[in-house]
Structure formats: C-alpha cells, structure tokens
Nanobody
Framework: QVQLVESGGGLVQAGGSLRLSCAAS????????MGWFRQAPGKEREFLAA????????YYADSVKGRFTISRDITKNTVYLQMNRLNPEDTAVYYC????WGIGSSSHATYDTWGQGAQVTVSS
C-alpha cells in the first residue's frame, strides 16, 4: 500500500522560502508520476508541479513557474517542492500525490494516492 507523508510546512514571512518533503513508501515508484497541489480555504485544489519518477521530467503551473521547483531523490524515495519568493497568496494546505499511471497531469483526478497535507502560512 502506497503511503505519502509530507513535512516541512510552517510559517514564513513574505519573500521567504520553504522546502516541502514527501516521503513515499509501499512499493517501487519507477512508473509513477508525483505531483504537488495546494488548497486554500474556500478554493479548489490547485495543481502546482509534477515530476516523472523515472527520468525526472518536470511540469509546472504557470502561477508558480520560476518560483517553485520540484525534484526527487530516488535513493530516499522522497519528492521535494522548493518554494521561493513566497507571498501571502501562497498560504494553503499543500499536498503530495502519486499517479500510478505515470501521466503527471495537472488534474487531481488522475492521482490515486494523497498525503495528509502540510500547512504553509505566509505572513505579510
């Protein structure tokens, strides 16, 4: 059974940086795509970035391109989201997700396993 555990959330001032981690366990992820999403209060879940576990190709939403970077460490079975130049509009719960079909879509419907979420709060 695949499990995802996020860590690294917290409170940061505007302009600051945070790195989220997503530890994956339960099977080999060679064929998977991994994604990061976020959801702010009263808003829909928003795609941020995806990475192919094998090969490392990455995809980003336009809203975070140039500020956020997704990466993975195969030896640690961990996916990261480096977030720079944060602003109060980035405040949300951030989720890691796994897509066993390896599509790496921006649609949350294609991801079959989700982490519990990590709160990120950016103060002005």
């Amino acid at each position: 059974q695949v499990q995802l555990v996020e860590s690294g959330g917290g409170l940061v001032q505007a302009g600051g940086s945070l790195r989220l981690s997503c530890a994956a366990s339960g099977r080999a992820f060679t064929t998977y795509a991994m994604g990061w999403f976020r959801q702010a209060p009263g808003k829909e879940r928003e795609f941020l970035a995806a990475i192919m576990w094998s090969g490392g190709n990455t995809y980003y939403a336009d809203s975070v391109k140039g500020r956020f970077t997704i990466s993975r460490d195969i030896t640690k079975n961990t996916v990261y989201l480096q977030m720079n130049r944060l602003n109060p509009e980035d405040t949300a719960v951030y989720y890691c997700a796994a897509d066993k079909w390896g599509i790496g879509s921006s649609s949350h419907a294609t991801y079959d396993t989700w982490g519990q979420g990590a709160q990120v709060t950016v103060s002005s």
